[in-house]
């Protein structure tokens, strides 16, 4: 079975430009979180879906939406590229979230120029 | 804010060596689990942990929560190469977020 896919791997913006990030969880799950890595520290949480609802939100500006289709796949939208949006984004997916397993995608990796 | 304390921030040892990382914060959290991550990959998890005073082991981690539920312990005995990589904790919060630690970054040179 296919593991949390995302894509793309990598992607380069400049400041004030928006990005699109997508991500396929595991079949049967359905949740999905979003986190941001920043190179040497431990991955922030920035949104939990379950059920294509909302349930957490993270400690991150407006800026920051993200949204959960009907197949529970989901996108992480940035508007107004920051540098210091310049990050590893990873998505993990579990059966229900909360305090269950997570199992993560390998991430796409952000430079904004 | 619910912060996770991970020390030491970096380790370089030599294969053979036992090892603890410490997981600390001032919060108590419903479970914890620990993840490891290679470059260019995301975080696996190793192991959850729910009750005070839990101890589990995998092969050589020992992995043990606190009786207060606000801090954890990683042990590797005899380290290998293989286990090179970043250790990190994270802590369920209110059902709805997981809160990670800084992270240990493990080296174990042959």
């Known amino acids: 079975d296919a593991g949390v896919t995302q894509s793309p791997t990598h992607l380069i913006k400049t400041r004030g430009q928006h990005v699109t990030l997508r991500c396929s969880p595991i079949?049967?799950?359905?949740?999905v979180s979003w986190y941001q890595q920043v190179l040497g520290q431990g991955p922030q949480f920035i949104f939990q879906?379950?059920?294509?609802?909302?349930?957490g939100r993270g400690n991150f500006p407006d800026r920051f939406s993200a949204r959960q289709f009907p197949n529970y796949s989901s996108e992480l939208n940035v508007n107004a590229l920051l540098l210091g949006d310049s990050a590893l984004y990873l998505c993990?997916?579990?059966?229900?979230?909360?305090?269950?397993?997570?199992?993560f995608g390998d991430g796409t990796r952000l430079s904004i120029l | 804010t619910q912060l996770l304390e991970q020390s030491p921030q970096f380790l370089s040892i030599q294969e053979g060596e036992n090892l603890t990382v410490y997981c600390n914060s001032s919060s108590v959290f419903s479970s914890l689990q620990w993840y490891r991550q290679e470059p260019g990959e995301g975080p696996v998890l190793l192991v959850t942990v729910v009750t005070g005073g839990e101890v589990k082991k995998l092969k050589r981690l020992t992995f043990q929560f606190g009786d207060a539920r606000k801090d954890s312990s990683l042990h590797i005995t005899a380290a290998q190469p293989g286990d090179t990589g970043l250790y990190l904790c994270?802590?369920?919060?209110?059902?709805?977020?997981?809160?990670f630690g800084t992270g240990t970054r493990l080296q174990v040179f042959p």
């Open positions: 879906y379950y059920e294509k609802e909302e349930r």
């Open positions: 994270a802590g369920v919060y209110n059902t709805d977020k997981l809160i």
């Open positions: 993990a997916s579990s059966f229900q979230g909360g305090n269950q397993p997570q199992h």
């Open positions: 079949s049967g799950h359905k949740s």
